[in-house]
C-alpha cells in the first residue's frame, strides 16, 4: 500500500464564483511530514477540505485537477469514506465536541477506524501519547484548555489509526512552550507509527523544523516548493515567513 | 372533596398526561438536533401511526399486539420516505424553508388519512387497562396512568441509550457539529435518517397511546402542536429541559382545566410559551437562541 498522496492542479470554486485555488499541486510521500505554508486566505485550508471532501458540505467544488491517495481516485468518496480510507484531518480551531466527555470524543472517532481495534488499545494509545487526557477523561472538552484540546484532536486522529493526518494549524493561540510539546509528540507518532503528515502552518519556523519538505501557496496557486533546508535558505522565505530583517539576509 | 384535595388529583392526572407530552417533544428535539428544523409534521405522522394501528388490530384483524409491530414498521418507512424524499434534499437550506416542507408534508398526510378513513372518530382495540390507580384517596383514571408508565420507560430507555450507546455519541456528534463528525468517519446523513426512525417510534406510541386515552380522530396530531409550544418552552437543544416542560405544560393543562374555561385549556401552551421566550429566549434551559421565525 503506497499510500502516496497526490494532488495535481487543483481548482476549487466556493458558491460557483469564488475561486479559492487556481492551480496547486502538492506530493506527500509515505512516512513524510510534508508542510504547507502560505499567508491568510492563501487557500491552506481549502486544500485540506478539498483532500477530506468537505467542500460539498460549505457549497465549495473542485473543478479541475485531481486528488488521488495510492493511484485511487479520492474526489469520488464521501468525506466518512476518505477517513475510513485512512487519511484524518485534524481541522483548523480543534472542533473538540465541547460538551462531550474527552473519552466521548474519542468515541466518536472510533467511526474513522479501518480495521476492528478494541477500545482500550486504541484509547490506552492515545493516553500514551497524552497522559493529561488520561486525567481528564471524564471531564467536558469544552474545559480543557487550548493545547488540551489540540492534544484531544490529535489524539482523535490516533484512535482512527490513520495512514495520514491532515493537520490545520496545530499552533494556533497556543503558547510557545505547549506548541513545541505539541510538535515533539507530533514528531513521534510519524516516527513510531509510520503516520505521514500533511502540515498546515502559520508558524513557518516550526513547521520548516519539523517537516522534511515544503510548499509554499500564495493565492491559490503553487510558488514554491522544495525540501525544508532549502526552504529555510530561501531569501523571500526569510522575509515573508521566518521574519529575517532584509539586510541579515543581504 | 377538599379544594386541596381536588388541585393534587387534577395536578396528578395533569402530569400523567404530560408523559406523553414528553415522549412527542422527544422525538420533535431528536429531528430538531439533526435536522435543524421544527417537525410540524409530528402531529400528523402520531395521527397516521395510530391509523396504521387500526388498520392492522381492526381491519386486518391481527389484534393489538402485532398491530403495534405493523404500526411501527409502517411509521418508520413513512418516516424514512419523508427524511429522503423531502427533507435530504432541503439540507442547507435557509430554516424557514425546511419548516415549511414540513408543514406541507402534515397537510398531505392529514388529507390521505382524511380519504382513507374520513373525518368520523374510530375505536380502537383498548390495549390499556380501564380499572384506576388508587394512591391514597386520590383517583387517577386508568388509561391516563398507564399511557404515562409506557411514555416513561420509552422515554428514560431512550434518553439512556443515547447517552450511553456509541449510536448516542456519534448522533451529539453529528449535532453538534456536522463537518467535525464526517470527520471523524460519521455518515451524518445516516444519523438524520436515524433520527426520523426514532421520532417515529415515539411518534407511533404516542399517537396509539392518545387514541387509546382518548379516540382515534383525524384531529389526533393537534396536541404536537402544543407539544411543540412546549419543546421551544424547555429550549430545543436541552432533551432534559424538554421532558419536564412536558410534565410541566400537562399539569398546567389541567390546572386551567379546573379554574377556567375549556377554551383557556387550548391556548395556555401557547401563553406560557409566549412568556417564557419574552423573558428568556434560550428556552427554559437552553442554551443557544433559537433562531427567530
Ligand atoms: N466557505 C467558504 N465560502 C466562500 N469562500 C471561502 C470559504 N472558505 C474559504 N473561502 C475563501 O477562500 C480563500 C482561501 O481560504 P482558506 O480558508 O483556504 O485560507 P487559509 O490559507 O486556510 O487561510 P488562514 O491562514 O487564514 O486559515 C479565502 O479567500 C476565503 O475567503
Ligand atoms: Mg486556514
Known amino acids: ?250 | 372533596m377538599s379544594p386541596l384535595q381536588q388541585f393534587i388529583e387534577y395536578s396528578i392526572v395533569g402530569i400523567a398526561a404530560g408523559g406523553i407530552y414528553a415522549l412527542i417533544a422527544l422525538g420533535i428535539v431528536l429531528i430538531f438536533k439533526s435536522s435543524r428544523t421544527f417537525n410540524f409534521a409530528m402531529g400528523e405522522m402520531m395521527m397516521l401511526s395510530a391509523y396504521f394501528f387500526y388498520a392492522a388490530a381492526v381491519t386486518f384483524a391481527l389484534g393489538p399486539f402485532l398491530g403495534m409491530i405493523v404500526a411501527l414498521v409502517c411509521s418508520i418507512a413513512v418516516a424514512l420516505v419523508i427524511e429522503r424524499v423531502a427533507i435530504r434534499p432541503m439540507l442547507g437550506r435557509p430554516f424557514i424553508a425546511v419548516v415549511m416542507v414540513t408543514f406541507g408534508i402534515g397537510s398531505i398526510i392529514r388529507g390521505i388519512v382524511g380519504m382513507i378513513w374520513g373525518p368520523n372518530d374510530l375505536q380502537i382495540p383498548a390495549i390499556l387497562s380501564r380499572s384506576p390507580i388508587m394512591l391514597g384517596d386520590i383517583f387517577v383514571p386508568g388509561k391516563t396512568a398507564r399511557a404515562f408508565a409506557i411514555a416513561v420507560v420509552i422515554v428514560v430507555g431512550l434518553i439512556a441509550y443515547l447517552r450511553y450507546s456509541r449510536a448516542g455519541v456519534a448522533l451529539r456528534a453529528a449535532a453538534a457539529d456536522a463537518v467535525t463528525a464526517y470527520s471523524m468517519g460519521i455518515d451524518v446523513r445516516r444519523i438524520i435518517s436515524f433520527t426520523w426512525v426514532l421520532a417515529a417510534i415515539t411518534g407511533c406510541i404516542s399517537g396509539v397511546l392518545m387514541a387509546n386515552v382518548n379516540t382515534l380522530t383525524p384531529h389526533l396530531g393537534l396536541v404536537a402542536l402544543n407539544v411543540l409550544a412546549v419543546v421551544i418552552l424547555g429550549g430545543m437543544n436541552s432533551i432534559g429541559g424538554v421532558l419536564i416542560a412536558g410534565f410541566i405544560i400537562g399539569w398546567l393543562e389541567a390546572i386551567t382545566g379546573l379554574f377556567l374555561p375549556t377554551e383557556f385549556r387550548e391556548i395556555t401552551p401557547y401563553i406560557l410559551a409566549l412568556i417564557v421566550l419574552l423573558v428568556r429566549p434560550t428556552g427554559l434551559f437552553g442554551t443557544k437562541e433559537i433562531e427567530r421565525i
Open chain 1, 1 to 250: 500500500m503506497a499510500a502516496v498522496l497526490e494532488v495535481k492542479d487543483l481548482e476549487v470554486v466556493y458558491q460557483g464564483v469564488i475561486q479559492a485555488l487556481t492551480s496547486l499541486s502538492l506530493t506527500v510521500p509515505e512516512g513524510a511530514i510534508v508542510t504547507l505554508l502560505g499567508a491568510n486566505g492563501a487557500g491552506k485550508t481549502t486544500t485540506l477540505k478539498a483532500i477530506s471532501g468537505f467542500l460539498p458540505l460549505e457549497d465549495g467544488r473542485v473543478t479541475r485537477g485531481s486528488i488521488t491517495i495510492g493511484g485511487q481516485d479520492l474526489l469520488k468518496l464521501a468525506p466518512h469514506q476518505i477517513v475510513r480510507r485512512g487519511i484524518f484531518q485534524v481541522r483548523e480551531g480543534r472542533h473538540v465536541f465541547s460538551e462531550m466527555t474527552v473519552e466521548e470524543n474519542l468515541i466518536a472517532a472510533t467511526f474513522a477506524q479501518r480495521a476492528a481495534r478494541s477500545r482500550k488499545e486504541a484509547f490506552d494509545e492515545v493516553y500514551n501519547y497524552f497522559p493529561i487526557l488520561s486525567q481528564r477523561r471524564h471531564q467536558a472538552a469544552g474545559y480543557l484548555s487550548g493545547g488540551e484540546q489540540q492534544m484531544l484532536a490529535i489524539g482523535r486522529a490516533l484512535v482512527a489509526d490513520p495512514e495520514m493526518i491532515l493537520l490545520d494549524e496545530p499552533s494556533l493561540g497556543l503558547a510557545p512552550l505547549i506548541v513545541k510539546e505539541i510538535f515533539e509528540i507530533i514528531a513521534r507518532i510519524n516516527r513510531e507509527k509510520r503516520v505521514s503528515m500533511l502540515l498546515v502552518e502559520q508558524n513557518a519556523v516550526i513547521a520548516l523544523k519539523y517537516a522534511s519538505y515544503g510548499y509554499v501557496i500564495e493565492s491559490g496557486r503553487t510558488v514554491l516548493e522544495g525540501t525544508t533546508e532549502k526552504l529555510s535558505a530561501d531569501q523571500d522565505i526569510q522575509k515573508f515567513y521566518l521574519g529575517v530583517e532584509a539586510h541579515e539576509a543581504a
